[in-house]
């Protein structure tokens, strides 16, 4: 981002937040999100698919 911007919801939750970088995680299609970024003072946008481990590690998980 180049300049402020309000907090996410919807199908996206925020892993991290840096004065100029948000990294999500976005559960199902991007639309939404992408809508929500058309009015924000966004410089870069990358997407990346997650990889087959970490798409299956929730299920695998071991509980104490």
């Known amino acids: 981002f180049n300049g402020p911007v309000p907090a996410a919801g ?23 999100l992408t809508r929500m970024l058309a009015g924000m003072p966004v410089a870069d946008l990358q997407i990346h698919e997650p990889s087959l481990e970490d798409a299956l590690r929730k299920y695998y998980v071991v509980s104490k």
């Open 10 to 32: 919807g199908n996206w939750t925020i892993e991290s937040v840096a004065p100029r970088r948000w990294t999500m995680l976005v559960t199902g299609p991007t639309g939404a």
